[in-house]
T-cell receptor, first 111, second 115 residues
């Protein structure tokens, strides 16, 4: 019940394309869904987050879509750039910040 | 922008030895955390700390692990007798508060290698 399943494991996108990463959770007690971006040798950095009372949140080129009934959420990166190449983790939490992280998606954006 | 700082960036130790990983959380933050990431795997929660006591811990955080806030700025993770499987990147994190609007900030990590 505590798992967060993330797919795909790796993703290659052309510059300017759309990158889509999907996550699914099981525990309905989760009420906070952040996405983290991690560059090699660095710690995860918060990218964008959503609460379950909204179905979509957009910040610049990054959009989270949230489907509460399906217990799924996804990250869309519009106009993907080579600088977006990183590992992306979805996570789920319930106020205590004992985040459950997904297994990560390694994104490579080709120039 | 304020950041969480961790030292050392790399630590190599022999199996059975004690290690202390150090972190300086963001100054006005109240909640502190340790996570770890085994190479190529997901980030895993270890422990959360608030008001000078552990508020939550995972099954990974057994009796070999302890945390301490020895002064007003540092937050440490001690592994009493390291095992080979403790080799991982350890991340410290902090947040200003709990609740849906608080954000978790991670440090750059300490890569622990147990030989």
């Amino acid at each position: 019940q505590q798992q967060v399943k993330q797919s795909p494991q790796s993703l290659i996108v052309q510059k300017g394309g759309i990158s889509i990463i999907n996550c699914a959770y099981e525990n309905t007690a989760f009420d906070y869904f952040p996405w983290y971006q991690q560059f090699p040798g660095k710690g995860p950095a918060l990218l964008i987050a959503i609460r379950p009372d909204v179905s979509e949140k957009k910040e610049g080129r990054f959009t989270i879509s949230f489907n509460k009934s399906a217990k799924q959420f996804s990250l869309h990166i519009m106009d993907s750039q080579p600088g977006d190449s990183a590992t992306y983790f979805c996570a789920a939490g319930s106020g205590t910040y004992k985040y459950i992280f997904g297994t990560g998606t390694r994104l490579k954006v080709l120039a | 922008e304020p950041e969480v700082t961790q030292t050392p960036s790399h630590q190599v130790t022999q199996m059975g030895q004690e290690v202390i990983l150090r972190c300086v959380p963001i100054s006005n933050h109240l909640y502190f955390y340790w996570y770890r990431q085994i190479l190529g795997q997901k980030v895993e929660f270890l422990v959360s700390f608030y008001n000078n006591e552990i508020s939550e811990k995972s099954e990974i955080f057994d009796d070999q692990f302890s945390v301490e806030r020895p002064d007003g700025s540092n937050f440490t993770l001690k592994i009493r007798s390291t095992k080979l499987e403790d080799s991982a990147m350890y991340f410290c994190a902090s947040s200003q508060g709990r609740g849906q609007v608080a954000k978790l900030f991670f440090g750059s990590g300490t890569q622990l290698s147990v030989l």
